[in-house]
């Protein structure tokens, strides 16, 4: 069975970077045909897609948040990884990961809650 | 881009709930459709406008008609309260969410 896991901080400054990582159980990122993702949902909203990164190590990102994301590999760990620069309240959201098919997102991991604030 | 949800409907056990879903680039972009349940992250329960995921049940299902994406619930169950997203991509193959709609089982 195929599960996912973000870890992280849970409080990011502002200005800061939020950094999360997403550790794979069930199948090697680097076997599968599909897109490992980032999503993040802040309280009250619907998801917002941020980025998703291919086990050849493209990526492709929403273009609101294009020139602050970075989404990394560490195949050696199974683990996938978010950065966020320049962080202001307005990114304080659940972060979740998820697997991007060809039939949509599926599984998601729990989600993990980053708030920003000083 | 903007996918377009009634914010909350309610229905009685036993009822039909069709939730929408609106977007210009519906008609050429497949639509998928999730489940929350609170404190829990969403589960696919249609993609593709009307395939249905192993495990999902039979009274889960999709449609498509121009613009518009319907998710029927049928014979709702007091389990099925939650929140529903529809979810496409715009012209650029970005992904999008709906805003969500709050079904509420009396």
């Known amino acids: 069975q195929v599960q996912l896991q973000e870890s992280g901080p849970g409080l990011v400054k502002p200005s800061q970077t939020l950094s999360l990582t997403c550790t794979v159980s069930?199948?090697?990122?680097?076997?599968?045909?599909?897109?490992w993702s980032w999503i993040r949902q802040p309280a009250g909203k619907g998801p917002e897609w941020i980025g998703r990164i291919y086990n050849s190590g493209s990526t492709a990102y929403n273009p609101a948040l294009q020139s602050r994301v970075t989404i990394s590999l560490d195949t050696s760990k199974n683990q996938f990884s978010l950065r966020l620069n320049f962080v202001t309240a307005a990114d304080t959201a659940v972060y979740y990961c998820?697997?991007?098919?060809?039939?949509?997102?599926?599984?998601w991991g729990q989600g993990t809650l980053v708030t920003v604030s000083s | 881009y903007e996918l377009t949800q009634p914010p909350s409907m309610s229905v009685s056990p036993g009822q039909t709930a069709r939730i929408t879903c609106s977007g210009d680039?519906?008609?050429?972009?497949?639509a998928y459709w999730y489940q929350q349940r609170p404190g829990q992250a969403p589960l696919l329960l249609i993609y593709?406008?009307?395939e249905r995921p192993s495990g999902i049940p039979e009274r889960f299902s999709g449609s498509s008609s121009g613009t518009t994406v319907t998710l029927t619930i049928s014979g709702v169950q007091a389990e099925d309260e939650a929140d529903y997203y529809c979810?496409?991509?715009?012209?650029?193959?970005?992904?999008?969410f709906g805003g969500g709609t709050k079904l509420t089982v009396l």
């Open positions: 680039a519906l008609p050429r972009r497949f």
């Open positions: 998820a697997i991007e098919g060809s039939g949509g997102f599926d599984p």
């Open positions: 069930g199948v090697s990122i680097s076997s599968t045909y599909d897109y």
């Open positions: 593709k406008y009307i």
């Open positions: 979810q496409s991509a715009d012209s650029s193959g970005t992904w999008v």
